[in-house]
């Protein structure tokens, strides 16, 4: 890691929001959902899909898992009308997990069941360790109730994930893979970046032996030709999987992807509630901060 990297990774948390702001604003479509529904057209008109994401996590009270749930079920209508190739990300945090887990079901459920009624889809996303179990649980319940409508995500940092990919193999397993963002203790969570990598690519193939479809969430060139390689391996149709990337980040990389005739779908975030997200982001890949700081000063590329 660079010193750049290191300062950025441990200093971070305590930068004052206005210049967080400054370098994490391509991570983000904007304040409104009219902003990622534009974007989201943008991404399509390039061959791209979407996933829409309103920000925002670990509330404080029901009334606010009300209102994540209206703006939820607002987005899946919105795309549905605007006709927009893309589908929802949501955390179960936002929508009350903490305060009331059957509350937060009931919620889940309804928003998936609307996504359901427009063919549409909702991803359940995976956040800190003490949110598993539940987020599988409520998973693995509405599967089978909307099939074809929902899914979740599995992370390779986490020790338990080919043993949570056994657990689930009785029903449809449809997951996005990612490495996993959150600061997890050892006991949870691999800790060297080649361990995690490598049961990445242990768990993709565990998901394609058991026919899964995978959302393949890397920027992680290592991983991509790990990926390619399995897909070739196990014949993967085109529709049987697909390539996911975080807004603003290799683009190059993504354009490679897309050129090579996979799919690839673009995390498109948008919302006030931008800081916790933008900080999190930039401790994983400070070079954004990188880029970001050497076009404020009139620089080339690094």
Known sequence: MSLFNFLVSKTIMHVPAP???????????????EDAVALSRDL?????????DILGEFIKTMDQARFFKDECLKILSTIHAEGLNGNLSLKPSQLGLSLDKAACFEILREIVAHAASLGSFVRID??????????????????NEFPGHVGTVLQSYMRRTPADIEDLSDGELNFRLCKGIYNEPRKQAYKDPD????????CLEKLFEKKAYVGIATHDEKLVFEALRLIDKYGMKRDEYEFQMLLGVDEELRGIILSGGHRLRVYVPFGKDWLPYSRRRLKENPGIARHALRQMLGMGPA
Do not use: W
């Not at 399509?44 to 829409?52: C, D, E, F, K, V």
């Not at 361990?195 to 242990?202: A, G, I, K, S, T």
């Open 19 to 33: 210049i967080v702001g400054h370098f994490a604003k391509g991570y983000i479509a904007g304040n409104a959902l």
């Open 44 to 52: 399509n008109s390039q061959g791209l899909m979407a996933t829409i």
């Open 126 to 143: 995976m956040e800190d360790h003490p949110c598993t179990d539940d987020t599988l649980e409520f998973y693995r319940r509405m599967r």
């Open 195 to 202: 361990v995690v990598n490598r049961n990445f690519v242990h």
